[in-house]
C-alpha cells in the first residue's frame, strides 16, 4: 500500500494471475523494503523502521513463497502491522513478561531476576510478515541464554501474541 492508503502500481505489483518477477523494493507506511538475497523459491523484503523510544533499531521483513510479488492483502496487513508496531512489541514484551516465568523455558535465577526489571533484556525487535498473513516479532538482542545466537521469537494470532520460543542453531 503507498503511503497515500493507494494500491501499489508498478509492474507485477497487486495484478492478480500476473507471473511478474517480484519487484526490488516495496512501500509499507513509508517504510522502504529492499529485496534481499534468498533461495529462488522465495521472495524476501528487508528494510529498517524508523525509531522511537521503545523500537530503537526496529526492522521489518516481509516474506512470500513462492517467490511473487506481495499481493495487496498482504500488503494491507503489513502497513498495519507496521502503523501499530510500538504498540505490537509492547504487548510482546509484556507476554514474555509473563511466560518466560514458565518452568519448560528453563531460565536461571538471574535470568528470571531480569524480567523483574522496568525494561526486559529484549532489543533490536523485528517484525516478520509471511504472504499468509502470519506474523512475529523477533527480538534479535537479548541477554537470555535462550536467544542465543538468533534472538527470540514472538509469533502472533491477529493483534494478540500466543507464542514464545528462543532461536538456536537448529531451527
Known sequence: MSDSGAPPSGPGLGEPGVDAEPPATVSIAGV????????????????CLPESASTAGAGMSLLIEPAAPPDEAVLRFAHDVVSRFDVFVGRALEYCRTRLREACFELTTGELDLLNLPE???????AI????????????????????PYGILVTFNGTLPVDVEGLDDEQ
Open 32 to 47: 522502504e523494503l529492499t529485496r534481499v538475497e534468498s533461495p529462488p523459491s522465495l521472495a524476501c523484503w528487508s528494510g
Open 120 to 126: 526486559l533484556p529484549l532489543a533490536a525487535p523485528e
Open 129 to 148: 510478515v509471511w504472504a499468509d498473513r502470519t506474523w512475529a516479532i523477533r527480538f534479535a538482542e537479548s541477554g537470555l541464554r535462550m536467544a542465543d
